[in-house]
């Protein structure tokens, strides 16, 4: 999606959330139109001809960022599929809002090898053009129990072939200033593993920029 296409749709988008109940009346179609846009794929790694057995060389790797929207998108989903009420849409979204710093979901599938991925491996976040030693980039924390709550599984149907991982990142850089400033466009994902990196790019949402702490899920997305 271009970035003149991708800012009409924030500010479509932003338009559907600013009444913060709004998102009770999305259809599915619209909710998974709101989770796509901060949803990200990409492959890293070696592509060799020859399967090795010990390790994989190359991965798979999607990424959704749990912006307020995508949490509210994901609650909808989960309400129409299992024909729950208003009140437990709702709740669904203030338990995900509950979690303090940026949530992202991480997917990744090894694409040779022996299929399995290492348990050192890790991600960061930080300000697209971040220079390194600038303590401008935090590492992601990997909190397994977050897998069930509905708001932060997204609004595609899981891909059984990705591991899925649920990293909180804080919102303050080493330095204890907002690692987002307002003055901040872009962000940028990496996910390491061994010697392999893999990065994603997405544009960073209104809620974080320029908070150091709290919850990451209260303010809803405006237009760039």
Same mark, same amino acid.
């Given at each position: 999606?271009?970035?003149?296409?991708?800012?009409?749709?924030?500010?479509?988008?932003? &338009?559907?959330?600013? #009444?913060?109940?709004? !998102? %009770?009346?999305?259809?599915?179609? *619209?909710?998974?139109?709101?989770?796509? $846009?901060?949803?990200?794929?990409?492959?890293?790694?070696?592509?060799?001809?020859?399967?090795?057995?010990?390790?994989?060389?190359?991965?798979?790797?999607?990424?959704?960022?749990?912006?307020?929207?995508?949490?509210?998108?994901?609650?909808?989903?989960?309400?129409?599929?299992?024909?729950?009420?208003?009140?437990?849409?709702?709740?669904?979204?203030?338990?995900?809002?509950?979690?303090?710093?940026?949530?992202?979901?991480?997917?990744?599938?090894?694409?040779?090898?022996?299929? &399995?991925?290492?348990? #050192?491996?890790?991600? !960061? %976040?930080?300000?697209?053009?971040? *220079?390194?030693?600038?303590?401008?980039? $935090?590492?992601?924390?990997?909190?397994?129990?977050?897998?069930?709550?509905?708001?932060?599984?997204?609004?595609?149907?899981?891909?059984?072939?990705?591991?899925?991982?649920?990293?909180?990142?804080?919102?303050?850089?080493?330095?204890?200033?907002?690692?987002?400033?307002?003055?901040?466009?872009?962000?940028?994902?990496?996910?390491?593993?061994?010697?392999?990196?893999?990065?994603?790019?997405?544009?960073?949402?209104?809620?974080?920029?320029?908070?150091?702490?709290?919850?990451?899920?209260?303010?809803?997305?405006?237009?760039?």
């Amino acid at each position: 999606m271009g970035a003149v296409v991708l800012a009409g749709f924030l500010l479509a988008v932003s &338009v559907l959330c600013d #009444d913060s109940e709004e !998102y %009770l009346d999305w259809s599915a179609s *619209q909710a998974k139109d709101v989770g796509k $846009v901060f949803r990200r794929k990409t492959r890293f790694g070696y592509n060799i001809r020859m399967l090795r057995t010990e390790r994989a060389e190359s991965y798979e790797l999607m990424a959704t960022w749990m912006t307020p929207e995508v949490i509210r998108a994901s609650a909808r989903l989960d309400q129409l599929r299992n024909r729950l009420s208003n009140d437990h849409a709702r709740k669904m979204v203030a338990q995900a809002e509950e979690i303090e710093g940026i949530v992202v979901l991480i997917e990744l599938d090894p694409s040779e090898g022996s299929g &399995v991925i290492p348990s #050192d491996w890790g991600a !960061y %976040l930080q300000p697209r053009g971040n *220079q390194p030693g600038s303590g401008r980039a $935090v590492q992601g924390v990997n909190k397994p129990e977050l897998r069930h709550l509905p708001a932060l599984r997204g609004v595609f149907e899981r891909d059984y072939d990705y591991d899925q991982f649920w990293l909180v990142f804080p919102l303050a850089a080493e330095n204890g200033l907002p690692l987002f400033s307002l003055d901040d466009q872009e962000a940028e994902l990496i996910v390491r593993i061994r010697t392999r990196e893999g990065r994603l790019r997405f544009f960073v949402p209104h809620s974080v920029k320029g908070r150091s702490s709290g919850q990451a899920h209260k303010q809803v997305e405006k237009p760039l």
